[in-house]
């Protein structure tokens, strides 16, 4: 009887210290697949893309708790904008023709199925190419276009994707508010009828979101850029979408007095063919105190603001 009971403790004993083991790895690997980071660039589970900036911080997607999140999308020497507030997108512009794929993935990728507005600033081919490709495939509520007209077959396509979609183009009228969830938005440009330079019937809108505020000038030149100025309008913004990609024609002096921007951003291509930024146009820039962000530098660039602070992330386009 003695040796009976010695080898059941001893058993016991065994299978007490295994329970412990066995605890004690299963706990171990819960601990590790907690901790372990989301992959740069992947899913986030949800169908949306999270990617992450080189220093591997997060970028906010559409339903940033920041709240209003503007996307400069990298789209080389041409320019798009995605806009999300509260659920609510919009777009300005939509890239070449080459960048229609990239513009609408870029917009699927973080859940949208409407834009409440697309603007298309004018109908140059760097800002016009990828419209006909977002038209189709998204919700679109209103398009809102300056009254001038092109020949090229960009054009052409985009007013046919516009009518096989049913939709009414609205033009551009200085003054008009827009909401856009709890922000807004007014139009502060064109305000002629005509132009001898068709990048100043570009469409141009301030974004207001809380204390923060946005300018977007498409390509307007100095002509657009005056005609602003000595109407009085409110054009003072904390971030400026610097006209026609930091073209010696656009951005001058007396317009950026008035706008007294922190942070300029220009949507410009590497090496371009046109110069791109102009020199003189930085030089202005860094006058008047503006931090300056490039996509052919930085990529594409998310800027967000919670209607008090503004935020900058930059990373490269998977």
Do not use: C
């Not at 559409?62 to 659920?87: C, K, P, W, Y």
């Not at 001038?148 to 939709?167: Q, Y």
Request: a negative charge; charged letters at 20%.
């Amino acid at each position: 009887m003695p040796r009976r009971y010695n080898t059941t403790a001893t058993w016991m004993k065994m299978m007490y210290i295994f329970i412990l083991f066995m605890v004690f790895v299963i706990a171990r690997l819960s601990s590790e697949e907690v901790a372990k980071p989301p992959a740069e660039g992947n899913t986030a589970g949800n169908g949306q893309i999270t990617p992450a900036t080189e220093s591997g911080e997060k970028v906010p997607g559409s339903n940033s708790e920041r709240g209003l999140a503007v996307h400069f999308i990298d789209v080389g020497q041409a320019d798009s904008i995605l806009i999300t507030m509260d659920g609510a997108a919009m777009l300005i512009d939509a890239g070449n023709n080459e960048d229609s794929q990239l513009v609408v993935d870029y917009i699927k990728a973080r859940g949208i199925t409407t834009l409440e507005y697309v603007i298309a600033t004018h109908p140059h081919e760097d800002h016009i190419g990828g419209m006909d490709a977002v038209i189709k495939s998204f919700e679109v509520k209103h398009i809102i276009m300056p009254k001038v007209e092109s020949n090229t077959r960009t054009f052409e396509e985009m007013l046919k994707a516009i009518s096989n979609k049913g939709l009414k183009i609205t033009p551009p009228v200085p003054g008009t508010v827009y909401p856009l969830g709890k922000a807004e938005f007014v139009v502060l440009a064109p305000n002629s009828k005509r132009y001898e330079n068709t990048n100043d019937y570009s469409v141009v809108v301030k974004l207001r979101y809380g204390g923060t505020s946005f300018l977007f000038t498409g390509d307007a030149g100095f002509e657009s850029e005056n005609e602003m100025v000595e109407k009085g309008y409110d054009l003072q913004s904390d971030v400026l979408k610097v006209g026609h990609h930091g073209s010696a024609y656009s951005t001058s002096k007396k317009f950026l007095q008035a706008v007294q921007p922190q942070i300029a951003v220009i949507s410009v291509g590497k090496g371009n063919d046109y110069g791109h930024p102009a020199p003189e146009t930085i030089q202005k820039l860094k006058q008047v105190g503006a931090k300056i962000y490039r996509t052919d530098e930085r990529g594409t660039i998310v800027i967000t603001s919670d209607g008090e602070k503004i935020e900058v992330f930059a990373y490269k386009n998977q």
